[in-house]
């Protein structure tokens, strides 16, 4: 059966409390759950992981939603306009690389301006794992489907980044060791440790 993941959090409604008045949550309400973050584990579920993800919002307002229609269609996909998803494009690289055929992420250069440049950076790491790329101004043409060496990658600092080569480790034929990985806290602190708890091997080295 799937391993679970939730990404349902509770949090407290909070009002304005004018000077001198005592202050009463008038209730508990449930946030929306994270669908950048869980971007990461439902990539790693079409990747071959077996993971269920609950508390995600099917009609939420939240663009990255649009990680359902990727995976979707990623199979008859040759470009992804990436304007509206920039987060999502480190871990839609990874799968263009591990899925074959040759896909171009379009509309991307805000991603050079990011905790890293990203395109750059997954660029690197994705050759570094013996994909078959082209970098341009807007983004990347990934040529996959040869499989993910394995081998050491940087995580440049970069949340996303870190995530998105973890990820990647989960379909390479060898062991990744990311320089930098604990960058992943910045937006989710407890990725490795849900990464460990979901069946992931994790091995710190000096």
Known sequence: CARLLSFRTL???????????????????????????????????????DIGISGLDLDSPQGDTAILDILRYLDCSDVIDAKDIPDLVPIIS????????????????????????????????????????????GGLTIRGGRGLLGGPVLGYNDHRVVMAMAIAATAADAPIIIDGAEAAAKS??????????????????E
């Not at 989710?188 to 080295?205: H, N, Q, S």
């Open 188 to 205: 989710y602190p407890a990725f490795f440790r849900d990464f460990r708890r979901l069946g992931g091997v994790i091995e710190e080295v």
């Open 11 to 49: 949090i407290c409604v909070s009002r304005f409390i004018v000077g001198g008045e005592p202050y009463r949550s008038p209730a508990h309400i449930q946030a929306g759950g994270d669908w950048s973050n869980a971007a990461f584990w439902l990539a790693a579920d079409s990747l071959g992981s």
């Open 94 to 137: 990874v799968l263009a690389a591990v899925k074959p055929g040759t896909r171009t992420i379009t509309n991307a250069e805000r991603l050079r301006i990011k905790e890293s440049d990203r395109l750059e950076a997954m660029a690197a790491d994705l050759r570094v794992l013996g994909v078959d790329l082209d970098e341009h101004e």
